[in-house]
């Protein structure tokens, strides 16, 4: 069946610009999380969805920052007025539960490639 | 403060040798930590997972240990092939649903 798919997958902006980063989850799973992977660093969580629960948003690093959720399936990341350390990988992952069941693998989408200039 | 740490440096082993991973863990109690593969340009796949009561766990020519006194993990590739090359990643979860990843791995294993 699909994985999780993300779009673009590659997106070049200028410093200062918005952009939107899209995640569509697997079909069914109510858990969706967001991580930013910078060269050599071990993947950041941003942000977690659960169902029709209010999100983690613990790991956004700034304001600029937001991501929602709608009808429990497809995510859009935004960034507001980008910066050059913005610059990352995001990606994406869903998993079947959320919670104490977390032990369920997640799965990872392609990722989209965030360069700032 | 809470780390984890990864081998720092590439591993470049021979074809048919095992390769060995550890992750090294401070400040945390994972319940568990799960073993993930990434090929470039792609996202981690999952590959092991092994609770804090399991010292060790085996799929294929994967093998996991988990010491918690230590607060390491060590993964095994028995017999590794060319098709093995890839970062591998550990991440532990505490007892919610956030991983905390390490940077990785990264395994060449050559013909």
């Known amino acids: 069946g699909a994985g999780v798919s993300q779009s673009p997958s590659n997106k070049v902006t200028e410093k200062g610009k918005d952009v939107e980063l899209r995640c569509d989850p697997i079909?069914?799973?109510?858990?969706l999380y967001w991580y930013r992977q910078s060269l050599g660093q071990g993947l950041e969580f941003l942000i977690y969805f659960q169902g029709n629960s209010a999100p983690d948003k613990s790991g956004l690093p700034s304001d600029r920052f937001s991501a929602e959720r709608t009808g429990g399936s497809v995510s859009t990341l935004t960034i507001q007025r980008t910066q050059q350390e913005d610059s990352a990988v995001y990606l994406c992952a869903s998993s079947p539960a959320g919670g104490f069941s977390s032990y369920n693998e997640q799965f990872f989408g392609p990722g989209t490639r965030l360069t700032v200039l | 403060s809470q780390k984890i740490e990864q081998n720092s440096e590439a591993l470049n082993i021979q074809e048919g040798k095992t390769a060995t991973l550890t992750c090294n863990y401070t400040?945390?109690?994972?319940?568990?930590l799960q073993w993930y593969r990434q090929d470039p340009g792609r996202g981690p796949v999952f590959l092991l997972l092994i609770r804090e009561n399991e010292k060790e766990k085996r799929k294929e020519r994967l093998k996991v240990t988990f010491d918690t006194t230590l607060k390491q993990s060590l993964f095994h590739i028995t017999a590794s092939q060319p098709a093995d090359s890839a970062t591998y990643l550990c991440?532990?979860?505490?007892?919610?649903?956030?991983?905390?990843f390490g940077a990785g791995t990264t395994v060449t294993v050559r013909a």
């Open positions: 079909s069914g799973h109510t858990a």
């Open positions: 991440a532990l979860v505490p007892n919610d649903y956030k991983l905390s």
């Open positions: 400040n945390y109690s994972p319940a568990y």
